[in-house]
């Protein structure tokens, strides 16, 4: 079974107990939160006031995705939410080991996230140190846009580091993940799959995690 992380990026707003409401109902496994600083991305998405009121009633692991710059700084605090899962950007980290040790430290998984230019290799003497990889599958700071095929290409050449370097991290693909890119990227190696537009703008959401969930 695959690991389903929605992302809330793409939910109503207006509405988020409601569409929190359906995540804890649905057979998603975590929920994915999506913070954005207009510096290390080209858009502003939401903070911490945010990530509390969610934390607050979401029944999921959370498996929060930082495209900020400084995000060493905000360990603590995304402990003190009860996260699971802290997603740091290797792009975005000068002491990226340092960085891992803090967030285990502080009781959280630690992920280690990939921009679309950044090839799997920069991880080689970091991969047995990280809970999870997660590869965008597009540039980050947007839903809804075009998955970059070369990840497919990319999830296999990470699962290959994986098996010989003996890590268990697991591999997270987020990025236009919907019903065709999907199963390709189980087929090459992927365990988690993040979806924002594919599962909030479905006409039945639930029905849709459960699909990817059966991949
Ligand atoms: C993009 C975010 C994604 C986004 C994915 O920067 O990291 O998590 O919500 O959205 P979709 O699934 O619509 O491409
Ligand atoms: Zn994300």
Redesign the pocket.
Known sequence: MTIVSP?L??ADFLHLDRDIDMINRSEADWL?L?VMDGVFVPNISFGFPVLEAVASKCQKPLDV?F?IVHPEQYILQTARLGAMMMNVHAEACTHLHRTVQEIHQAGMKAGVTLNPSTPVSVLQDIICDVDMVLLMS?N??????KFIENTIQKVKRLRQLIIESGSKALIEV????QGSTAPRLVEAGCDVL?????VFKAPDPEKVIKELKAL
């Open positions: 992302s990026l793409a994915h999506d995705h495209m597009v980050p700071g947007f839903g809804g846009q987020d990025g236009g993940v993040v979806s924002g537009s594919y």
